[in-house]
T-cell receptor
Framework: DQQVKQNSPSLSVQEGRISILNCDYT??????FLWYKKYPAEGPTFLIS?????DKNEDGRFTVFLNKSAKHLSLHIVPSQPGDSAVYFC????????????FGQGTELSVKP | GAVVSQHPSRVICKSGTSVKIECRSL??????MFWYRQFPKKSLMLMAT?????????EQGVEKDKFLINHASLTLSTLTVTSAHPEDSSFYIC?????????????FGAGTRLSVL
């Protein structure tokens, strides 16, 4: 049972344009969501997070939007840069699970110059 | 801040031997650390939750006698793959849970590529 889903395995965007990565979840008990960036043969790097009490969180070029009614979140990167090319994972957690994260399958972003 | 160090980055071993992987939180104390396994082009699969001073909590389907976890201090957790076999070859990643103000965030090590011959 995949509780966190990233249905697009890959995304290609032109440098300078917006990248939109999507994530859907099924568990309504999730109350905290995170996005991680991962390069091959490296561990994930934390990017940005959002609590379920909010619908938007912004940090520089990165913005995460949360639509609780649709059980959907998205990560916007603008403007996209070639260095953003990596695999992006969304993750979710619930308050009573001791900090366990449930990860999506990942979306490989390629930003072309 | 929030740096997690994982060693070794790569290990090649013979079938039947044991391999120990270390995970250290360098600039914060981590009461909880996590161990993940990632197969090629797949998501991160949580193997176990490691709590300082107590037994690890293993996810369903993960053999606790095969993957020994020790969390002896607030900055160190170790994963030992015992009697490794080729099917244990994988990318293993640890993470540490952040300080109270960022307790929902996990910070990851760089991962260990294990190849069992």
């Amino acid at each position: 049972d995949q509780q966190v889903k990233q249905n697009s395995p890959s995304l290609s965007v032109q440098e300078g344009r917006i990248s939109i990565l999507n994530c859907d979840y099924t568990n309504s008990m999730f109350d905290y969501f995170l996005w991680y960036k991962k390069y091959p043969a490296e561990g994930p790097t934390f990017l940005i997070s959002i609590s379920s009490i909010k619908d938007k969180n912004e940090d520089g070029r990165f913005t995460v939007f949360l639509n609780k009614s649709a059980k959907h979140l998205s990560l916007h990167i603008v403007p996209s840069q070639p260095g953003d090319s990596a695999v992006y994972f969304c993750a979710a957690s619930t308050a009573n699970q001791g900090g366990k994260l449930i990860f999506g399958q990942g979306t490989e972003l390629s930003v072309k110059p | 801040g929030a740096v997690v160090s994982q060693h070794p980055s790569r290990v090649i071993c013979k079938s039947g031997t044991s391999v120990k992987i270390e995970c250290r939180s360098l600039d914060f104390q981590a009461t909880t650390m996590f161990w993940y396994r990632q197969f090629p082009k797949k998501s991160l699969m949580l193997m176990a939750t490691s709590n300082e001073g107590s037994k690890a909590t293993y996810e369903q389907g993960v053999e606790k006698d095969k993957f020994l976890i020790n969390h002896a201090s607030l900055t160190l957790s170790t994963l030992t793959v015992t009697s490794a076999h080729p099917e244990d070859s994988s990318f293993y990643i640890c993470s540490a849970r952040g300080q109270p103000e960022s307790k929902n965030i996990q910070y990851f090590g760089a991962g260990t590529r294990l190849s069992v011959l």
